[in-house]
Protein backbone atom coordinates (compact mmCIF):
# COMPACT_ATOMS: atom_id res chain seq x y z
CA UNK A 1 0.00 0.00 0.00
CA UNK A 2 1.36 3.37 -1.05
CA UNK A 3 1.37 6.26 1.45
CA UNK A 4 -0.99 8.14 -0.50
CA UNK A 5 -3.44 5.21 0.06
CA UNK A 6 -2.40 4.56 3.72
CA UNK A 7 -3.24 8.47 4.40
CA UNK A 8 -6.46 8.19 2.46
CA UNK A 9 -7.49 4.84 4.30
CA UNK A 10 -6.47 6.77 7.66
CA UNK A 11 -8.83 10.07 6.67
CA UNK A 12 -11.33 7.68 5.69
CA UNK A 13 -11.66 5.76 9.57
CA UNK A 14 -11.12 9.40 11.19
CA UNK A 15 -14.60 10.56 9.23
CA UNK A 16 -16.40 7.73 10.18
CA UNK A 17 -14.91 7.69 14.37
CA UNK A 18 -16.40 11.61 13.51
CA UNK A 19 -19.63 10.87 12.47
CA UNK A 20 -20.38 8.04 14.78
CA UNK A 21 -19.21 10.19 17.84
CA UNK A 22 -21.91 12.78 16.15
CA UNK A 23 -24.55 10.33 16.02
CA UNK A 24 -23.93 9.30 19.69
CA UNK A 25 -23.94 12.88 20.36
CA UNK A 26 -27.49 13.38 19.05
CA UNK A 27 -28.54 10.52 20.48
CA UNK A 28 -27.77 11.54 23.86
CA UNK A 29 -29.18 14.71 22.95
CA UNK A 30 -32.10 13.34 22.46
CA UNK A 31 -32.75 11.89 25.33
CA UNK A 32 -31.55 14.57 27.41
CA UNK A 33 -34.20 16.48 25.51
CA UNK A 34 -36.91 14.17 26.04
CA UNK A 35 -35.87 13.59 29.78
CA UNK A 36 -36.24 17.72 29.58
CA UNK A 37 -38.70 18.99 27.28
CA UNK A 38 -40.99 16.77 26.94
CA UNK A 39 -43.89 14.86 29.34
CA UNK A 40 -47.21 12.92 28.97
CA UNK A 41 -49.74 15.21 30.46
CA UNK A 42 -53.70 15.56 30.00
CA UNK A 43 -54.45 18.94 28.12
CA UNK A 44 -57.88 21.14 28.67
CA UNK A 45 -59.29 23.25 26.10
CA UNK A 46 -62.74 25.35 26.89
CA UNK A 47 -64.29 27.38 24.63
CA UNK A 48 -67.38 29.60 25.67
CA UNK A 49 -70.39 30.39 23.82
CA UNK A 50 -72.62 33.09 24.11
CA UNK A 51 -70.87 36.04 25.00
CA UNK A 52 -70.95 37.49 21.11
CA UNK A 53 -74.75 37.48 21.56
CA UNK A 54 -74.67 39.34 25.36
CA UNK A 55 -72.09 41.60 23.20
CA UNK A 56 -74.85 42.28 20.63
CA UNK A 57 -77.72 42.91 22.72
CA UNK A 58 -76.26 44.28 25.65
CA UNK A 59 -72.62 45.68 24.46
CA UNK A 60 -69.44 45.50 24.67
CA UNK A 61 -69.41 46.44 28.62
CA UNK A 62 -71.64 43.64 29.50
CA UNK A 63 -69.74 41.06 27.40
CA UNK A 64 -66.57 42.11 28.98
CA UNK A 65 -68.00 41.50 32.57
CA UNK A 66 -68.93 37.99 31.46
CA UNK A 67 -65.86 37.35 30.38
CA UNK A 68 -64.00 38.42 33.99
CA UNK A 69 -67.26 36.31 35.72
CA UNK A 70 -65.71 33.49 33.37
CA UNK A 71 -62.48 34.06 34.47
CA UNK A 72 -63.59 33.83 38.20
CA UNK A 73 -64.86 30.58 37.83
CA UNK A 74 -62.15 28.97 35.16
CA UNK A 75 -58.95 30.23 37.00
CA UNK A 76 -59.11 29.42 40.47
CA UNK A 77 -60.55 25.82 39.55
CA UNK A 78 -58.21 24.91 37.18
CA UNK A 79 -55.27 25.65 40.17
CA UNK A 80 -57.11 24.09 42.75
CA UNK A 81 -57.37 20.91 40.88
CA UNK A 82 -53.27 21.62 40.33
CA UNK A 83 -53.57 22.48 37.07
CA UNK A 84 -51.32 25.47 35.26
CA UNK A 85 -53.05 27.49 32.70
CA UNK A 86 -51.00 27.83 29.76
CA UNK A 87 -53.05 31.23 27.88
CA UNK A 88 -56.52 32.13 27.53
CA UNK A 89 -57.83 32.47 23.85
CA UNK A 90 -60.45 34.52 22.89
CA UNK A 91 -63.22 33.37 25.32
CA UNK A 92 -61.07 29.97 25.78
CA UNK A 93 -58.53 28.31 28.31
CA UNK A 94 -55.98 26.17 27.24
CA UNK A 95 -54.32 24.55 30.60
CA UNK A 96 -52.64 20.79 31.68
CA UNK A 97 -52.71 18.60 34.15
CA UNK A 98 -50.09 15.92 35.41
CA UNK A 99 -52.87 13.30 36.23
CA UNK A 100 -56.19 13.22 34.05
CA UNK A 101 -58.60 12.79 37.11
CA UNK A 102 -57.24 15.93 38.21
CA UNK A 103 -58.05 17.23 34.27
CA UNK A 104 -61.89 15.96 34.76
CA UNK A 105 -62.38 16.94 38.02
CA UNK A 106 -61.58 20.64 36.89
CA UNK A 107 -64.14 20.00 33.73
CA UNK A 108 -66.57 19.16 35.83
CA UNK A 109 -65.99 21.87 38.76
CA UNK A 110 -66.21 24.93 35.62
CA UNK A 111 -69.15 23.19 33.89
CA UNK A 112 -71.07 23.24 37.28
CA UNK A 113 -69.54 26.79 37.74
CA UNK A 114 -71.11 27.92 34.49
CA UNK A 115 -74.47 26.48 35.63
CA UNK A 116 -74.62 28.30 39.09
CA UNK A 117 -73.67 31.48 36.95
CA UNK A 118 -76.87 31.55 34.60
CA UNK A 119 -78.58 30.48 37.83
CA UNK A 120 -77.26 33.64 40.00
CA UNK A 121 -77.20 36.37 37.50
CA UNK A 122 -80.29 35.79 35.64
CA UNK A 123 -78.73 36.31 32.08
CA UNK A 124 -80.83 37.20 29.43
CA UNK A 125 -78.64 35.12 26.94
CA UNK A 126 -77.34 31.78 28.89
CA UNK A 127 -74.28 31.21 28.32
CA UNK A 128 -72.33 27.46 27.62
CA UNK A 129 -68.87 26.03 27.84
CA UNK A 130 -67.44 23.69 25.57
CA UNK A 131 -65.01 21.47 26.83
CA UNK A 132 -62.33 18.70 25.91
CA UNK A 133 -60.02 17.07 27.15
CA UNK A 134 -56.78 14.34 25.68
CA UNK A 135 -53.85 13.29 27.49
CA UNK A 136 -50.33 12.39 25.98
CA UNK A 137 -46.83 13.77 25.59
CA UNK A 138 -46.23 17.32 24.51
CA UNK A 139 -42.98 19.46 24.56
CA UNK A 140 -43.22 22.01 27.62
CA UNK A 141 -41.39 25.46 26.60
CA UNK A 142 -41.31 27.89 29.30
CA UNK A 143 -44.82 29.11 29.44
CA UNK A 144 -45.98 27.29 26.94
CA UNK A 145 -46.68 23.70 25.32
CA UNK A 146 -46.37 21.87 21.92
CA UNK A 147 -47.18 18.96 20.42
CA UNK A 148 -50.01 16.90 18.55
CA UNK A 149 -51.98 16.36 22.25
CA UNK A 150 -52.73 19.85 21.87
CA UNK A 151 -54.30 19.94 18.69
CA UNK A 152 -55.97 17.45 19.02
CA UNK A 153 -57.58 18.15 22.73
CA UNK A 154 -58.86 21.82 20.78
CA UNK A 155 -60.44 18.91 18.21
CA UNK A 156 -62.21 17.39 21.03
CA UNK A 157 -63.13 20.85 22.30
CA UNK A 158 -65.08 21.26 19.33
CA UNK A 159 -66.82 18.33 18.90
CA UNK A 160 -68.63 19.08 22.13
CA UNK A 161 -71.83 20.43 22.02
CA UNK A 162 -72.18 23.79 24.04
CA UNK A 163 -72.49 22.29 28.10
CA UNK A 164 -70.41 18.99 27.12
CA UNK A 165 -67.04 17.54 27.98
CA UNK A 166 -65.73 15.34 25.59
CA UNK A 167 -62.64 13.25 26.72
CA UNK A 168 -60.57 11.18 24.19
CA UNK A 169 -60.03 7.26 24.77
CA UNK A 170 -56.82 7.77 26.19
CA UNK A 171 -58.00 9.83 28.87
CA UNK A 172 -60.38 7.87 29.91
CA UNK A 173 -58.23 5.20 30.39
CA UNK A 174 -55.54 7.36 32.10
CA UNK A 175 -58.55 7.89 34.80
CA UNK A 176 -56.79 6.43 38.24
CA UNK A 177 -61.41 6.09 39.14
CA UNK A 178 -63.90 6.10 36.63
CA UNK A 179 -66.31 5.35 38.68
CA UNK A 180 -65.83 9.16 40.36
CA UNK A 181 -67.28 11.02 37.25
CA UNK A 182 -69.60 8.85 35.25
CA UNK A 183 -68.33 8.91 31.74
CA UNK A 184 -69.76 6.66 28.58
CA UNK A 185 -68.57 6.14 25.04
CA UNK A 186 -70.15 8.24 22.75
CA UNK A 187 -69.13 7.96 19.38
CA UNK A 188 -66.17 7.50 16.51
CA UNK A 189 -65.86 10.28 14.52
CA UNK A 190 -63.18 12.06 12.26
CA UNK A 191 -61.57 14.52 13.82
CA UNK A 192 -60.04 17.52 11.54
CA UNK A 193 -55.93 16.89 10.66
CA UNK A 194 -56.15 12.74 12.20
CA UNK A 195 -56.14 10.24 9.23
CA UNK A 196 -58.18 7.51 12.01
CA UNK A 197 -60.64 7.64 13.34
CA UNK A 198 -60.86 8.32 17.05
CA UNK A 199 -63.73 7.27 19.79
CA UNK A 200 -65.09 9.75 21.77
CA UNK A 201 -66.53 9.93 25.29
CA UNK A 202 -68.48 12.20 27.14
CA UNK A 203 -68.05 12.69 31.03
CA UNK A 204 -71.50 13.89 32.69
CA UNK A 205 -71.54 16.37 35.57
CA UNK A 206 -74.96 16.93 35.58
CA UNK A 207 -76.88 14.61 38.21
CA UNK A 208 -80.14 14.96 36.26
CA UNK A 209 -78.22 14.14 32.72
CA UNK A 210 -76.55 10.93 34.50
CA UNK A 211 -80.25 9.59 36.03
CA UNK A 212 -81.69 10.40 31.90
CA UNK A 213 -78.83 8.79 30.45
CA UNK A 214 -79.00 5.63 32.61
CA UNK A 215 -82.96 5.83 32.03
CA UNK A 216 -82.79 5.80 28.40
CA UNK A 217 -79.94 3.12 28.26
CA UNK A 218 -82.20 0.49 30.63
CA UNK A 219 -84.92 -0.86 27.99
CA UNK A 220 -81.97 -1.45 25.57
CA UNK A 221 -80.13 -3.34 28.07
CA UNK A 222 -83.28 -5.16 29.00
CA UNK A 223 -83.73 -6.07 24.60
CA UNK A 224 -80.13 -7.51 24.98
CA UNK A 225 -81.22 -9.65 27.36
CA UNK A 226 -84.53 -11.26 26.38
CA UNK A 227 -82.90 -12.28 23.01
CA UNK A 228 -85.33 -14.23 20.95
CA UNK A 229 -88.17 -12.27 22.83
CA UNK A 230 -88.99 -10.31 19.76
CA UNK A 231 -88.78 -13.55 17.11
CA UNK A 232 -90.99 -15.00 19.89
CA UNK A 233 -93.55 -12.03 19.40
CA UNK A 234 -93.94 -12.37 15.48
CA UNK A 235 -94.20 -15.61 15.41
CA UNK A 236 -97.21 -15.87 17.69
CA UNK A 237 -98.22 -13.19 15.04
CA UNK A 238 -97.71 -15.05 12.15
CA UNK A 239 -98.81 -18.57 13.06
CA UNK A 240 -102.57 -18.16 13.62
CA UNK A 241 -102.43 -16.38 9.95
CA UNK A 242 -101.26 -19.07 8.48
CA UNK A 243 -103.23 -21.68 9.86
CA UNK A 244 -106.34 -19.93 8.80
CA UNK A 245 -104.78 -19.23 5.38
CA UNK A 246 -104.14 -23.04 5.11
CA UNK A 247 -108.12 -23.85 6.00
CA UNK A 248 -109.40 -21.42 3.80
CA UNK A 249 -107.64 -21.79 0.79
CA UNK A 250 -108.37 -25.52 1.52
CA UNK A 251 -112.39 -25.07 1.59
CA UNK A 252 -111.39 -22.95 -1.82
CA UNK A 253 -109.89 -26.03 -3.56
CA UNK A 254 -112.73 -28.42 -2.47
CA UNK A 255 -115.22 -27.90 -5.28
CA UNK A 256 -119.08 -28.61 -4.22
CA UNK A 257 -121.36 -30.79 -6.66
CA UNK A 258 -123.40 -29.55 -9.05
CA UNK A 259 -127.33 -30.05 -9.06
CA UNK A 260 -127.58 -31.86 -12.41
CA UNK A 261 -124.43 -34.32 -11.68
CA UNK A 262 -126.44 -35.06 -8.08
CA UNK A 263 -129.42 -35.58 -10.32
CA UNK A 264 -127.99 -37.66 -12.77
CA UNK A 265 -126.65 -39.82 -9.88
CA UNK A 266 -129.93 -40.64 -8.54
CA UNK A 267 -131.49 -41.30 -11.93
CA UNK A 268 -128.68 -43.75 -12.65
CA UNK A 269 -129.35 -45.69 -9.33
CA UNK A 270 -131.65 -48.78 -10.20
CA UNK A 271 -134.22 -49.46 -7.33
CA UNK A 272 -134.00 -52.75 -6.27
CA UNK A 273 -136.89 -55.45 -7.78
CA UNK A 274 -140.08 -56.17 -5.73
CA UNK A 275 -140.71 -59.61 -4.66
CA UNK A 276 -142.63 -61.79 -6.26
CA UNK A 277 -146.51 -62.70 -5.10
Known amino acids: MSPDDAETRQGDDQDRSDI ?72 GT ?81 LADKSEVYCRFLKTTSLKGKKEPVNVYKAFWNPKEVERDLTDKAPVQTQEKAGASPVMKILLVLIPILILLFVLFKGIGTKPERAEETRTKQHTITPPSEPSK
Do not use: W
Open 94 to 174: LSHFEHAQDGLRAAVQIQKGIDELNLTKQLKTPILMRIGLHTGKCIIEKDDIFGDVVNTASRFESSASPGEICCSEETYNA
Open 20 to 91: EQYLEQREQMETLFQEKFTKILTVMFTDLKGSTSIAEAEGDLSARMLIKHHNDIVFPIIKRHNGVLVKTIGD
